[in-house]
């Protein structure tokens, strides 16, 4: 058995290497048997044309809806606010969503997940979505590094991000790009909270692989890998020629299912509500923990030293209410085939 590390995920896959890796670096990959995204898979082949989520006439597009064999699978668009190739497509209803659950318990994903700070009654899949990036090259500054739940009152091992791609794809399509705790100064490896110093650290790549995951902390500093695609790179190998094959004729597509995992702890959800719907449109579902209701409209529902006054003039507040209206309208409508709606 080799377990190995994210960046170079070995042949075989250790529950304690991999959960210890998760404590002290904040990040590991998983495995999966490879049919189990397999429906997944196909709800994002049900969707409608990729290339109109892309196309600049689509501003204030805000749902899109998938036919499938268990219902409809029905998304938020978030356009990306520093790039044109990168888009992300939240699951709007807990229908949808539940179909990333299903995913989830094939994987395994709760269990293992739990034990690295004891939660595995505790943790819960709040929202997830697909992320795309359209094109051959993402540029360095078209993706930022973060902390998808930055906050300080989420503690490290309360929440995680996983993501895996749809389809294997070719080497130098961009991958994870990270910074793990503890691969530089030692004063941050003792340090379990708070530490997100690593902006100087050298970061290190996940690339996606097929059956094998990523699972990252909600407190790792990490960003879409840059890219530029090269075939050549592949050289002879037919195998890795016929990746480059799909990934062209399927017009440089990448698409990962992302996952957003975090304590259903009533101290911690309103936190997780807070960070969550920082990323996501908000239409997008966010689930609510059976421990706490969190109105996500209510600034009362965290604390005031930490909270930034939302103000919406009555102009925003109106388009936003006439968005609504019409993803309700939308989505409320038994489309026989799938659609995009547009303001
Ligand atoms: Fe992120």
Known sequence: MAYGCAEEPGSGWDLWASVEEMKHRGVAWLPFEEDAIADLAQIFRNLPDIEELFEDSTEGSI???????????????????????MRWLWAYDEDTLARFDEFVSKANLLSVLGNVDGRADDLMLYSASFIIVKGSKLEDSETLQHLDMGHRRIPRGSSFTCLTSLTELPGSVGGLQFWPWNCHVAEHQSEWYYCDATRNAAPQVHKYRPGKLVAFDGRLRHRTEPFEYDRSLVGADSEAL?????????????????????SSDARLARYNHKMLRKQCHDLALIRQSPKLEVDDDSELDT?????????????????????????????????????????
């Open 63 to 85: 749902g899109c809806e998938a036919p499938s064999a268990g219902g409809p699978a029905r998304f938020i668009l978030n356009k990306s606010k520093i790039s044109e190739n």
């Open 242 to 262: 016929a990746t480059c094959d799909a990934y062209e004729a399927g017009g440089h597509i990448r698409v990962l299912a992302s996952f957003a995992f975090a």
């Open 303 to 343: 604390s005031d030293d930490e909270s930034e006054p939302k103000t919406v003039p009555p102009l925003a507040a109106a388009l936003e209410s006439a968005a609504a209206e019409r993803a309700t309208n939308f989505f409320a409508e038994d489309t026989a085939q799938a659609a995009l709606v547009r303001q």
